[in-house]
Every structure is written in C-alpha cells, then in structure tokens.
C-alpha cells in the first residue's frame, strides 16, 4: 500500500473556488517528489493538508494507512510526529540555541509537563547531536538561531523534522530564500536523507532545474490542479508551459541539462 | 618558484578538504547503526542575556514579597476592603446617574479637558521638533545630544502633577499652570521619541545631501523631517492620548478644570458613586474614541506616504 | 504633473495649519488660558524657583520621615507592576491572535485590557480610597489596575509581532498547546516582555505620586504636605528624591535591556 493516498482533495478558502481541486495522487515510501507551479497555484496548501495544518473542504487524505481527517485531536498530534516539515523562512525560535530548536522535533512525543520544562532523555540528545553533526554544524550546536546564516538555519529545520523520526518529510520551498551554495548543500542532504534513510520526501519548488535535477517524480500543479504527475524524464517543454501558463515565457528552463545530473 | 609551491599547496589543501566534508556528508545511515548515548549536559544556554533576565525577574518577585509581608494589615480589614470594592464598582457601573450637572456641561467639560490636552500636545510638539533634531546623534555633535538628552531624562523624572503644582506657585492655580507644567512632559516624551525616530534615517542620505553642499536646515527640512513625519505624527497622537488621561488627572489633583474636577468632586468630595460612574463612561468613551481615531489615521498615513 | 503635486502638498500644508490654528484658538479660550499669564509664569517660576526652591541644611531634617515613604512607594510600584504581570501575561496569551484559544476568550481579555487602560487612574484612586482608606493597598489596587490594562495590550503586541512562523512550525511536529507556548512563545517574546515591565515600573512610581498626592499616601503626600505648609525646601527635597530614584530606576533598565534585547 502506498504511504501517502490523497483522493478527490478540494480545499475553498472562504468559500471561494478554489485552492485545490480534485487532487488525487499517491506516494510510496523512499520517493522523491517536486511539486511545482506558479505562486498561488495552491502548493503551500497542497502540502498542508497533508499534515492537516490546513483542513481541506472535502476529499480523503490516508498516511500510513491511517485517514487523516476522521482523527481525534490527540491522534492527529500522534500523526504529525510522524510527517516532518521545513519552510522557507526556516521557523526556528531565534533566541535559543541550535540543539534546543532540534529537540523541539521530540515535543510531540511528550508529555504536557515534560515537554513544558523541556526535560529531553540521554537518547533524544544523543540523536540529536548524531544528527547535528552528520548536517556539519557540530560547531554551532550551543549558538543561538540568530546567529546562524540562511543556509545553516535550513539544516537546522531538517535537523529538527530528522529527529521527529518521521516518515514523510514535507519541505514548502526549502531554497527560495537562499543563494546557489547554500541551495545546493541542502537539496543535496534532503536527496540522501531519501535515498539513504528511506524517507519520503515531497518538495515545494519554484526552480524546475531544481526538481528535475533531485526529483524521482515530479507533479505540476497550476490553479489547483494536477496538470503533469510523472518521472522528470517525462516532461516536456509544452507540458512546462501548461504548468506555468503566461508565466513560463519567464522561466529560462535548459531541458538538456538534465541528463547531465 | 616559491609562488608556484603555494598555488599547489592551496589546491591540495582544499581539496583534501572538499574530501573530507564529502566524507562526513553521506552518512546519514549512521544513524541507524549507532545507538549508544553520548553523555550531555544542560542544553539551554546560560549567557549574559538569559542570566540578567532570570536575575530581574527573580529580584522583581522578591521585592515583591517583600512588600506584602511589610504591608500593615491590622489598620484595615483586607476583606472588607475587596467586598466593599467590589460593590462600589458595582453601583458604580451598573447605575451610572448624573445629578449635579447635566449632560451638557458635563460634555462641555470633556471639551475643556480636550482643549488642555491639545494646547499641551502642541507646545510640546514645536519645543519637541527643535530639540529632537537637536538630540539626534546623526543632526548634532555628540555633546549637544548628551546634553540634551540628559535634560530630558530629568525633566520627565520629575512626575507631572508636581510640575504643575510648582509652576502653580507662580502663575496661580489654574489652567495656565497645568498647561505649561504637563507641557514639560510633553516635550521631555516628545523629544525622546522625535530624536530616535530621526537617528533612525539611513545615515547614507544624509551624507548624500552634505556631499551635494546642503546645509543643516535644507538637509532638515529635505531629507530628515519629510521621511519621518509618520512616526512624528504617530508619536504626537500617541501623546495627545496621554494628555487627555493626564488632563483628567490634573483637573483632579491641581485644580485645572474639565472633567477631571467633576470626577475628583463627585468621588472625594460628594462620594457619589454613581455620578463617579456616569463621568467614568464618558472619560473611558472619549478616551476609546481618541485610540480608534490615531489608530485609523496611522494607518492612512502608512498608506499614503 | 509636477507643479500639481506641489501645489497640492502645498495646500495640504496650509489646510493643517489652518486646522492647527483654529483647534489652538478654540483650546485657548475654552479652556481660559492666559497665554502670556503662562509664558510669564515659566519666567517667574524659574526665579522664584532659585530663590525658594532648593533643599536647604535645614530641611535635611526630613529625610528620616521621608526615606520609609519613598520606600514604600516604590516597593508598591514594583509589587504592582510584577502582579499585573503575572495576570497580563494570562490574559495575552488568551487574547493574542496567535495563542488564543478560542474567540470568545479573546474578545473578553481584550476587552479587559480596553476597560481598565482607560478608566482613569483619578477615579480607581477615588474608589479605592472610600474602601481602603489610606493605606498603601489603595495606591497598589491604583497602580495593579491600571498596569494590568496597559501591559496586557503590550504582551499582546508582543506576541503578535514575534509572530507565528515558529508556532506553525512546532504544530506541524505535533507540540501540544503548551508546548508551544513554553518552547517557542515565551522564549522568544520574554525579552520584549522583561523591557515593558520595567518600563511600566518607572511609570508606576510617577502615577504613584499622582495617587499619593489624590489619597493622602506614600510619598505623594510627603510633598502635599510640605507644599501646603508653604515648607518648600522640605519638598524640593521630595522632589530632588523622587528624580533621583526614577532616574537610577531608568539607568538600570536601560542597561537590562541592553543586554538582554
Ligand atoms: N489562509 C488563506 N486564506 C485565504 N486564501 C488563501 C490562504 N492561503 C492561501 N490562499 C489562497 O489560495 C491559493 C493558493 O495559495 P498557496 O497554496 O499559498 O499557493 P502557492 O504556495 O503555490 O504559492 C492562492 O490563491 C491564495 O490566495
Ligand atoms: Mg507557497
């Protein structure tokens, strides 16, 4: 069975048309997937009714095997642990320091209390810091987030849904606030973190190099709608610009590259 | 010769280090294989900033308690006190009455408070202006700012009723002595904000300016006031709405009229809850209109400039 | 086109000034306001001022009466300002856009904090008085009210601006409610928190003169006293002592802030 099974999604905001509209697609573990398309084509909310920090109006939406939108509070809490996600602006509480803004992947699996007075045990630090290091910031593990640039900030997110000991990890354009370096290392962890952990990764992109380049399948999105679902290979430059509509005279897209990478 | 060694060295280096971040990088399979716990300490970060804020707050709650246990509970009876209370405030907003003025002059009098929070805000805006510029450390030389900026913090040390009860000595009781003692205030409050709303102008356009021959006024009048005549306004409305509470309080406790002498009879002196109540919903109905008002006329300003 | 914008922000001008000028008049004469009276009288007051208004060695003979008032002022100024706090911090966790629970709670501490920001001082000091007489509890109730107002709505702008980002981030781990509040809300909003209190402690001792000079208590009264008995070396000591402490108090929290901003 697949891991992730979205069927029939629409999601209205203030009953207006429509932010998705009937998308049905599924995911299986380990996969890499772009998800692409001009601003408010609606992947933001695509990605999250996933974790269902977005409730879609209708449709049925199953992780692991579990219908996400029939759960109780407290299941859908259980639930998110599982679904790691990173943003574009990072979301790190900026105060405090790089192994406690990690740690806070564990919350979910906390009591009320303990999770309060932020008491981790021996083994979540540990894993934590294996983590850390692997993402190369052992040395700024006691800094504080506002102190860190752009891209170190990035590998803390990951370093933050890795130690949720997730299955799924939902990036919402990791990149688009960094330069090409920084881009690079972290597309680069997010494709071994894939690859090597078996962690499925679904990615909010807005460069299409990008996704061609990392992605194992790639689903164009435009106003809503699945308009392309398939292996990078697949896509055309024709189906580029039903994708992006006016927008693609824009884009400089060079489809010879990709089989260079 | 020897530039040559280095170039190959340097390239070596780096290439070895290139290897070694390679190595290190695709590894995250470790994390399956190791399980054994590395030892740990506390992973919140004690530096200066966390210790003087755990410092001040620990010292806060002492006073605190300190207070209280020093506090003479015998003269009066605690629980009386906060039943009492608790009824007064009862009569006094659900029967709100007023008998010894009528609507009228009550709201004649809310007027005359208006009109001393105006006069008030205005004096202090046009000193304020002057000495703004004059404390901003991007318009003056630094002894002027430090000057004035020290006067300042003394002036605004010294809480307003006693400025109107010193300047009450010379001109009288009366509106000229609240309007020119709560002025004081105004400009003190006004400066302080004016100056730092100035020093936050980009030093580039200034430098720009005096690069292109400008003088001080033309530089002030061009560059400095024009970009920050939001936040000057904003300030300024800000402090009209201190004025109108402070106009209230010094109608009460110095004699400058309005409706704060009308609130100050009907509690201290005629012990009317309930009138206290009726000039309570009038004071708290202005004021909330004063806040809606400077509200929507920042956001105005912000649009249109 | 050009001269039109001129020509317009000319008039703009000119329509404001006019505005300010007729808003003066009318103050001027609804209020009674004798402008020369009042810039004479800074004259008057300032040599008046010089020759009257000093401490002189006599009136050192106060101090012993004095001290234990200044004392108890601002000890209640304090305890007022950290109990408001405490309840400020309540009620803008509940009334803040980001945090709050559920509507209802919202517009109820928002209303709270409306209310008790604009009763004015004068008429919980007049209330106060008629239960509690003049013992310090009445300048603290004052002071605690109108503190608790003022801070609330300053916590809630606090909470706002720090903003959501991280709080979106630790709901997509699966942190509960406090959780939240604890590792990402408060760490991030304390500093800004910690620089209002202390702002409010300076303006505590101020309102605390105002409220001992309007119910016979603290150092308030200490001046009244001295002032109505024409003794005015006794309260231009009172005075000299009052901006004394406020200006340590500002000295103090400036340097707080410093570090901790
Ligand atoms: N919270 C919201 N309330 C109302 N409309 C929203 C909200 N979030 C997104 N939308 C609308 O939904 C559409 C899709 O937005 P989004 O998912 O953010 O697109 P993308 O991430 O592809 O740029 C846009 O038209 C946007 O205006
Ligand atoms: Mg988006």
């Given at each position: 069975m697949a891991l992730l099974e979205l069927k029939n999604v629409t999601k209205n905001y203030n009953n207006e048309?429509?932010?998705?509209?009937n998308v049905s697609f599924s995911v299986d573990k380990g996969e890499f997937v772009s998800i692409i398309g001009p601003?408010?084509?609606g992947k933001s909310t695509l990605l999250r009714c996933i974790n269902r920090m977005v409730e879609a109006s209708s449709g049925e939406i199953s992780v692991d095997g579990l219908?996400?939108?029939?759960?109780s509070k407290k299941k859908l809490r259980k639930l998110r642990t599982k679904i790691g996600m990173i943003f574009q602006h990072y979301n790190?509480?900026?105060?405090?320091t790089v192994i406690e803004n990690v740690l806070h992947g564990r919350l979910g699996y906390k009591s009320t209390l303990a999770g309060v007075l932020g008491r981790y045990s021996q083994e979540e630090k540990s894993q934590a810091y294996r983590i850390i290091e692997i993402l190369g910031l052992n040395e700024q593990?006691?800094?504080?987030?506002?102190?860190?640039?752009g891209g170190q900030k990035q590998r803390v997110g990951i370093a933050r849904a890795l130690v949720q000991n997730p299955k799924i990890i939902l990036c919402d354009?990791?990149?688009?606030?960094?330069?090409p370096n920084a881009s690079k290392i972290i597309m680069d962890h997010l494709g071994n973190i894939s690859k090597e952990m078996g962690i499925t990764i679904i990615v909010n992109l807005h460069q299409v190099e990008v996704a061609l380049k990392y992605s194992d399948r790639i689903i164009g999105v435009n106003r809503g709608k699945v308009v392309f679902d398939g292996a990078?290979?697949?896509?055309?430059t024709r189906q580029i610009r039903d994708i992006y509509?006016?927008?693609?005279?824009?884009l400089i897209i060079d489809l010879g590259e990709r089989h260079a990478g | 010769m020897q530039f040559k060694e280095l170039i190959v060295q340097e390239t070596n280096n780096i290439c070895e280090q290139l290897s070694s971040y390679e190595d290190r990088h695709t590894s995250f399979k470790e994390l399956f294989l190791t399980k054994d716990t590395i030892n740990f300490g506390p992973i919140k970060l004690l530096d200066r900033a966390s210790i003087a804020m755990r410092t001040v707050i620990l010292f806060l709650t002492v006073l605190t308690i300190y207070f209280f246990s020093t506090l003479?509970?015998?003269?009066?009876?605690v629980l009386k006190g906060f039943t009492d209370t608790f009824v007064n405030f009862k009569t006094m907003f659900l029967n709100p009455y007023a008998q010894r003025f009528t609507l009228g002059e009550a709201f004649y009098n809310v007027v005359v408070t208006l009109g001393l929070a105006f006069l008030t805000t205005l004096i202090g805006g046009i000193v304020a202006l002057l000495l703004g510029l004059l404390a901003a450390q991007n318009l003056a030389p630094k002894q002027v700012t430090n000057l004035i900026k020290g006067f300042v913090a003394i002036i605004r040390a010294v809480p307003t009723i006693l400025w109107v009860l010193i300047f009450a000595v010379a001109a009288g009781l009366g509106s000229a002595a609240a309007i020119i003692g709560m002025s004081f205030h105004s400009i003190s409050y006004l400066t302080k904000a004016y100056s730092e709303s100035f020093e936050d102008l980009d030093r580039s356009v200034i430098e720009a300016l005096m690069a292109s021959g400008a003088n001080w006024w033309q530089i002030v009048f061009q560059a400095v006031i024009p970009s920050s005549v939001t936040y000057l306004l904003s300030w300024t409305f800000l402090r009209f709405e201190i004025n109108f509470a402070n106009a209230v309080a010094m109608g009460a406790a110095?004699?400058?009229?309005?409706i704060g002498f009308d609130l100050f009879m009907a509690g201290?002196?005629?012990?009317d809850l309930r009138e206290v109540g009726f000039i309570t919903y009038l004071i708290i109905a202005i004021a909330i209109a004063l806040e809606v008002f400077s509200t929507n006329i920042k956001g105005k300003l912000q649009k249109s400039i | 086109m050009r001269d039109d914008i001129f020509t317009k922000r000319r008039n703009g001008n000119l329509v404001f000034l006019l505005a300010l000028l007729i808003l003066s008049v009318g103050s001027i004469i609804i209020t009674e306001y004798d402008v020369i009276k009042g810039f004479t009288s800074i004259t008057r007051a300032v040599i008046w001022g010089g020759s009257n208004f000093y401490p002189d060695a006599?009136?050192?003979?106060i101090l012993p009466e004095i001290f234990p008032k200044l004392q108890e002022t601002v000890l209640m100024s304090i305890a007022a300002t950290t109990v408001a706090a405490v309840l400020a911090l309540v009620l803008s966790l509940a009334g803040s856009q980001t945090t709050r629970i559920n509507r209802i709670f919202s517009i109820v501490s928002r209303g709270i904090a409306s209310l008790f920001r604009n009763i004015p001082i004068v008429a919980w000091a007049m209330v106060l008085m008629i239960s509690?007489?003049?013992?310090?509890l009445t300048g603290y109730l004052a002071l605690f009210f109108g503190s608790l107002g003022f801070l609330t709505r300053a916590f809630m702008e606090t909470i706002d601006e720090v903003g959501n980002n991280s709080i979106e981030a630790l709901q997509a781990t699966g942190a509960g409610y406090f959780h939240i509040i604890f590792q990402a809300v408060l760490p991030a909003s304390m500093p800004q928190m910690i620089s209002w209190l202390l702002y409010m402690i300076e303006t505590n001792i101020r309102d605390a003169t105002l409220v001992g000079v309007l119910t016979g208590t603290g150092i308030g009264f200490s001046f009244d006293l001295y002032y109505k008995r024409f003794d005015y070396h006794a309260a231009s000591l009172v005075v000299l002592l009052i901006v004394i402490t406020v200006i340590v108090i500002e000295l103090v929290s400036n340097n707080v802030r410093r570090v901790i901003l």
């Amino acid at each position: 069975m697949a891991l992730l099974e979205l069927k029939n999604v629409t999601k209205n905001y203030n009953n207006e048309c429509c932010a998705l509209d009937n998308v049905s697609f599924s995911v299986d573990k380990g996969e890499f997937v772009s998800i692409i398309g001009p601003s408010g084509a609606g992947k933001s909310t695509l990605l999250r009714c996933i974790n269902r920090m977005v409730e879609a109006s209708s449709g049925e939406i199953s992780v692991d095997g579990l219908i996400s939108s029939s759960l109780s509070k407290k299941k859908l809490r259980k639930l998110r642990t599982k679904i790691g996600m990173i943003f574009q602006h990072y979301n790190l509480v900026d105060r405090l320091t790089v192994i406690e803004n990690v740690l806070h992947g564990r919350l979910g699996y906390k009591s009320t209390l303990a999770g309060v007075l932020g008491r981790y045990s021996q083994e979540e630090k540990s894993q934590a810091y294996r983590i850390i290091e692997i993402l190369g910031l052992n040395e700024q593990i006691y800094k504080r987030c506002d102190q860190l640039s752009g891209g170190q900030k990035q590998r803390v997110g990951i370093a933050r849904a890795l130690v949720q000991n997730p299955k799924i990890i939902l990036c919402d354009e990791p990149i688009a606030s960094l330069d090409p370096n920084a881009s690079k290392i972290i597309m680069d962890h997010l494709g071994n973190i894939s690859k090597e952990m078996g962690i499925t990764i679904i990615v909010n992109l807005h460069q299409v190099e990008v996704a061609l380049k990392y992605s194992d399948r790639i689903i164009g999105v435009n106003r809503g709608k699945v308009v392309f679902d398939g292996a990078p290979c697949d896509l055309t430059t024709r189906q580029i610009r039903d994708i992006y509509g006016s927008e693609s005279e824009d884009l400089i897209i060079d489809l010879g590259e990709r089989h260079a990478g | 010769m020897q530039f040559k060694e280095l170039i190959v060295q340097e390239t070596n280096n780096i290439c070895e280090q290139l290897s070694s971040y390679e190595d290190r990088h695709t590894s995250f399979k470790e994390l399956f294989l190791t399980k054994d716990t590395i030892n740990f300490g506390p992973i919140k970060l004690l530096d200066r900033a966390s210790i003087a804020m755990r410092t001040v707050i620990l010292f806060l709650t002492v006073l605190t308690i300190y207070f209280f246990s020093t506090l003479d509970y015998q003269s009066i009876d605690v629980l009386k006190g906060f039943t009492d209370t608790f009824v007064n405030f009862k009569t006094m907003f659900l029967n709100p009455y007023a008998q010894r003025f009528t609507l009228g002059e009550a709201f004649y009098n809310v007027v005359v408070t208006l009109g001393l929070a105006f006069l008030t805000t205005l004096i202090g805006g046009i000193v304020a202006l002057l000495l703004g510029l004059l404390a901003a450390q991007n318009l003056a030389p630094k002894q002027v700012t430090n000057l004035i900026k020290g006067f300042v913090a003394i002036i605004r040390a010294v809480p307003t009723i006693l400025w109107v009860l010193i300047f009450a000595v010379a001109a009288g009781l009366g509106s000229a002595a609240a309007i020119i003692g709560m002025s004081f205030h105004s400009i003190s409050y006004l400066t302080k904000a004016y100056s730092e709303s100035f020093e936050d102008l980009d030093r580039s356009v200034i430098e720009a300016l005096m690069a292109s021959g400008a003088n001080w006024w033309q530089i002030v009048f061009q560059a400095v006031i024009p970009s920050s005549v939001t936040y000057l306004l904003s300030w300024t409305f800000l402090r009209f709405e201190i004025n109108f509470a402070n106009a209230v309080a010094m109608g009460a406790a110095a004699g400058a009229g309005g409706i704060g002498f009308d609130l100050f009879m009907a509690g201290g002196f005629y012990f009317d809850l309930r009138e206290v109540g009726f000039i309570t919903y009038l004071i708290i109905a202005i004021a909330i209109a004063l806040e809606v008002f400077s509200t929507n006329i920042k956001g105005k300003l912000q649009k249109s400039i | 086109m050009r001269d039109d914008i001129f020509t317009k922000r000319r008039n703009g001008n000119l329509v404001f000034l006019l505005a300010l000028l007729i808003l003066s008049v009318g103050s001027i004469i609804i209020t009674e306001y004798d402008v020369i009276k009042g810039f004479t009288s800074i004259t008057r007051a300032v040599i008046w001022g010089g020759s009257n208004f000093y401490p002189d060695a006599e009136s050192l003979r106060i101090l012993p009466e004095i001290f234990p008032k200044l004392q108890e002022t601002v000890l209640m100024s304090i305890a007022a300002t950290t109990v408001a706090a405490v309840l400020a911090l309540v009620l803008s966790l509940a009334g803040s856009q980001t945090t709050r629970i559920n509507r209802i709670f919202s517009i109820v501490s928002r209303g709270i904090a409306s209310l008790f920001r604009n009763i004015p001082i004068v008429a919980w000091a007049m209330v106060l008085m008629i239960s509690f007489s003049q013992s310090p509890l009445t300048g603290y109730l004052a002071l605690f009210f109108g503190s608790l107002g003022f801070l609330t709505r300053a916590f809630m702008e606090t909470i706002d601006e720090v903003g959501n980002n991280s709080i979106e981030a630790l709901q997509a781990t699966g942190a509960g409610y406090f959780h939240i509040i604890f590792q990402a809300v408060l760490p991030a909003s304390m500093p800004q928190m910690i620089s209002w209190l202390l702002y409010m402690i300076e303006t505590n001792i101020r309102d605390a003169t105002l409220v001992g000079v309007l119910t016979g208590t603290g150092i308030g009264f200490s001046f009244d006293l001295y002032y109505k008995r024409f003794d005015y070396h006794a309260a231009s000591l009172v005075v000299l002592l009052i901006v004394i402490t406020v200006i340590v108090i500002e000295l103090v929290s400036n340097n707080v802030r410093r570090v901790i901003l």
